[in-house]
């Protein structure tokens, strides 16, 4: 038992040094930049902590209204033909109010990128 545990371990510790050795021969950055762990050792254009323009804050509001739709969608899917008209009525009802998000980000100039 332990030693096919030993070689599950031998072989994971190889395809991990395989993987980055083959990291190491193919790639184009500056060797002195490798160690850096963030964007494949290039030079950062900006501070990790730079901040974000406002718009995205209202552009991440749409995905994420979005983002809950599907969330809820899924199970109601599966249960939709058990419920019957009633879970229906209960989604439409939640798509006008997700609609109603929406139309609020759309005057709010959330979907602007101008």
Known sequence: ????????????????????????????????????????????AEHALSRYHVRWYLATLVFLAFDVEMLFMYPWAVVVAQLGVSAIVEMFVFLGALLVAVVWAWREGALRWV
């Not at 500056?30 to 494949?40: D, H, K, M, T």
């Open 1 to 44: 038992m332990y030693a096919a545990v030993a070689w599950m371990l031998a072989i994971s510790l190889a395809g991990v040094a395989a993987a980055y050795g083959a990291s190491r021969v193919v790639s184009g950055a500056n060797r002195a930049l490798v160690c850096l762990p963030f964007q494949s050792g290039w030079l950062p």
